[in-house]
């Protein structure tokens, strides 16, 4: 077979050229970040398509009250779980992992991540993982505890089969990948910087990408520790008793560690979506960002909140009520920097000369609907609403408009935009409006009536309900087959446009001032033929309608 | 403006080391932020089962026997000597003698081998002596078991660093004695440093919450 491709795309010894094995094993163990970074694309599209396809059989049970297509309660109970494990440590997290291999090294005109090998590494931990994780479909041992594994449900007493062990594993290895993905950006951003590009200098993406691998390296390792006390406890029952009443353990203490991971978690499923957001939204408006400095303040002031916050997930658990009250506090004051992030945003479009293709679309789609989420969580922030709210569908519908109208969008954004650097053509804009616009409106259908539903006091995770609850149910049903199926749009589009889209130029959207679009698309090995450096600016003085910062090729 | 050009052009460090130190050293603190942050939550979890109301914590002079705190004071002691020696390595190769960095090295690697033993016999006698409960479920523990699951978790990821410490540090010895890490990849050895000093002190702290306080 005859592989015509060009850039990195193509292959690099002779023999790849004519052996499709030999061009897929070049693939397989590259160290090239953006090769990486689309084989971290990849693996991402099968895990949400596998996530996908379990929350739609979720959907479908419930679309009517009464047992349905799923006959074994006890299955069912483990689907919810599964779902979000897929979702958030395989499919959300990895995408931007992706997608910052691919551009974090070009923007701060870097040849390769610091640490090639440790970053294919950190992806091939992934796939393992994954199979651990879900390990438990192909034994028939399924971990009903959902996706926070909550002792004593999850312990050996409670949960003794060995698809829980398997699954606590492979969450630890996820753990270990995305550290070590961290301590790569966090060394690439600080030293592989082009020659005058200072901190204050880095594109948001970059920026993004900085102060999520923060999170994770402080987040992610407390998980991790929980997890070990887990397995212990489950593996020596009688000796451990880390988080078990029964032997002098606290369960409280567990939920502790893992909201102390966890609630960051959010932050890292969204904060790369808010950098790539400020990308696309400075080239679409063909503006430059209003407030880049207070846009990168806010990003650190949400860090640090993000880790003074996590009792908020614990308010129905009986912790003193002045603490619960001190938690409530620090969690509204996180809606601070996040308005300042979305007003910074309308006033970057604000006059700006606008083009809605696709990501722009995102872009703003998501920052309408994303609004919802933040202000439902403000209002489950609050003390006595949540003790009523907790644990309902209006929880439910919190996540899912922060996570799939917020860190989804932001991530089909990202893909729309970069898809032209990325394959060195452009996608379908057709097909990339219409999958926009049925993602957009589906997700409302499917998520704003769960607020309803978990108002009027339907719990999350039930194989059953209460008839009066039923049409609700089945709109949300319908809405996430919709929502599901419009998935396909995008994926053939991103199919058919690789091989035959038409070809893009180096700065594919006309608009883009970073470094990754001074380059041509696809980007070569190495990405930049001479070392690029990066003329100084001062961002406040620059007029809105300016260019930003200034490229030089060295040499020239 | 071409001036300007001309002399960045010159400048030998576009690329790379923004910041004037290596990729490695970065990678190595940062990665030692994460694994700080892993023991942070081990002691967390130690001081939370402590602390709690009930625990019936026994002082640890009775709950280690014969072995006692004396012998890990000891322990303790050999790990801080063979930090001090990794620090000659480094010495010792940046003035060139790269014989002694050699037999420095070699001490370290032996420090780290003495505490792995010594803490295999601790681990051995308190299993088997002490706590007959951790096997044969008739024996009533005579104080809070969350005591031995929290010293067995910390002790025991203390000790897993400390192996893959010595597995580390054996290969930088194999690299100095085939000649691969000369005399100019100071960093190399100092990344390695950076990692046992590490260990060290994270046992300081694991000995003083787990042993004396
Ligand atoms: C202004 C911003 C936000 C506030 C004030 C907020 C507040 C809250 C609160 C109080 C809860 C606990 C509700 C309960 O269990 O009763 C919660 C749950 C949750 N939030 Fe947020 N949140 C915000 C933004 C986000 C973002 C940006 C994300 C993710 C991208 C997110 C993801 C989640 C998830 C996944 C849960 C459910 C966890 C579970 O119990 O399974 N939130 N939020
Ligand atoms: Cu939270």
Redesign the interface.
């Known amino acids: 077979m005859e592989i015509k491709a060009k850039g990195y795309l193509s292959p690099l010894s002779e023999e790849a050229k004519t052996s499709l094995w030999v061009y897929l094993k070049e693939w397989m163990c590259t160290t090239d970040a953006k090769r990486i970074g689309v084989l971290y694309l990849l693996f991402a599209t099968f895990m949400a398509l596998w996530g996908g396809l379990l929350s739609v059989i979720i959907r479908l049970e419930l679309a009517q009250h009464g047992p349905d297509i799923i006959t074994d309660a006890s299955f069912y109970n483990a689907l919810p779980g599964m779902h979000a494990t897929a979702m958030i440590f395989f499919f959300i997290i990895p995408a931007f992992t992706g997608v910052a291999n691919f551009v974090v090294p070009i923007q701060i ?3 390769d991540m ?2 090639p090998k ?1 970053n294919l590494a950190a992806f091939w931990i992934l796939p393992p993982g994954a199979l651990l994780t879900f390990a438990g479909f192909f034994m028939n041992s399924l971990p009903e505890f959902g996706w926070t594994a909550y002792p004593p449900l999850s312990n050996s007493v409670y949960t003794p089969i060995w698809g829980a062990d398997f699954w606590v594993v492979g969450l630890i290895l996820v753990g270990v990948s995305s ?1 070590l993905g ?3 950006f ?3 951003v ?8 200072k901190m204050f200098q880095l594109p948001l993406f970059t920026w993004a990408m900085t102060v999520t691998s923060f999170l994770i ?10 997890l ?2 887990l397995t ?1 406890e489950r593996m020596f029952p ?5 988080f078990n009443p029964a ?4 369960p409280i ?1 567990y939920q ?2 893992f909201w ?1 991971y966890s609630h960051p978690a959010v932050y890292i499923m969204i904060l790369p979506g808010f950098g790539m957001v400020s990308e696309v939204i400075q080239v679409f408006s063909r503006k430059h960002i209003f407030g880049y400095v207070l846009m990168v303040w806010s990003m650190i002031a949400i860090a640090v909140l993000g880790f003074l916050v996590w009792a908020h997930h614990m308010f129905a658990t009986g912790i003193a009520l002045n603490v619960r009250v001190g938690f409530m506090f620090l969690t509204m004051l996180i809606a601070v920097p996040t308005g300042i992030k979305i007003f910074s945003w309308l006033a970057t479009i604000w006059g700006g000369s606008i083009k809605f293709d696709t990501p722009m679309l995102y872009a703003t789609g998501f920052l309408a609907m994303f609004t919802i989420g933040g202000l439902s969580g403000v209002v489950v922030a609050s003390v006595p609403v949540d003790i009523q709210l907790h644990d309902t569908y209006y929880v439910v519908a919190h996540i899912h408009y922060v996570l799939v109208a917020g860190s989804l969008m932001t991530a089909f954004a990202g893909v729309y935009f970069w898809f032209p650097k990325i394959t060195g053509r452009f996608y379908n804009e057709t097909l990339g409006k219409i999958h926009f616009w049925l993602t957009a409106i589906f997700i409302n259908v499917t998520f704003f009536i769960q607020h309803w539903l978990g108002m009027k006091g339907m719990p999350r995770r039930y194989y059953d309900y209460d008839p009066a609850f039923e049409m609700a149910n089945l709109i949300s049903s319908v809405g996430s087959v919709v929502l599901f199926l419009a998935q396909f749009i995008f994926i053939a589009n991103m199919l058919y446009s690789w091989r035959k889209g038409k070809v893009a130029e180096g700065n594919a959207w006309g608009d883009g001032f970073t470094l990754e679009w001074q380059i041509t698309s696809p980007p070569d090995h190495h990405n930049f033929h001479h ?1 690029p ?1 990066w003329k100084p600016i001062i961002r406040q003085h620059v007029a809105a309608d300016q260019p930003g910062g200034v490229w ?1 090729r ?2 020239d | 403006m071409a001036t300007q ?1 001309a002399s ?2 010159a ?1 030998p ?7 004037g ?3 490695g050293k ?2 190595m603190w ?2 030692l ?3 700080a ?6 002691l ?2 130690y001081a ?2 402590r602390w ?1 109301p009930g ?2 914590w026994p002082l640890p002079i009775e709950a280690f026997g014969f072995t006692g705190i004396q012998l890990t004071a000891l322990n303790t002691f050999i790990l801080i000597c063979s930090s001090v020696s990794m620090v000659h390595v480094l010495a010792e190769q940046m003035r060139g003698n790269m014989d002694r960095a050699k037999k420095w090295m070699l001490a370290t690697i032996i420090g780290g081998l003495l505490f792995l033993g010594i803490q295999g016999f601790e681990w051995t006698h308190l299993i088997l002596d002490m706590w007959p ?2 096997f044969d ?1 008739g024996y009533e523990a005579a104080y ?3 005591f ?3 010293f ?2 910390l002790t025991g ?1 203390h000790g897993l660093h400390v192996s893959v410490g010595v597995i580390y540090n054996v290969i930088i010895y194999l690299g100095l004695k085939s000649g691969k890490i000369s005399k100019d990849d100071t960093s190399v050895v100092e990344i390695a440093g950076l990692y046992w000093h590490f260990v060290d002190l994270v046992w300081i702290l694991v000995f003083t919450f787990v042993y004396l306080i």
């Open positions: 005109g870097a040849p610091a640490f440790l550290t961290a301590v790569n966090l060394a690439t600080f030293n592989m910087r082009c020659k005058g590009m390296l402080a987040a992610t390792p407390v998980l991790t520790s929980a070990i006390m212990f009688g000796v451990f008793y880390f032997g002098g353990g606290d203490l502790h560690l102390f070392p450096y030089h060295n040499g | 050009d960045l052009a400048d460090m576009i690329g790379e080391e923004s910041l130190v290596t990729n970065i990678g940062t990665f932020v994460m694994d942050m892993t023991f942070a939550g081990l967390a979890g939370r089962l709690t625990s019936e409960y951790l479920e809070s078991v969350n031995a699951a929290t067995f978790i990821f």
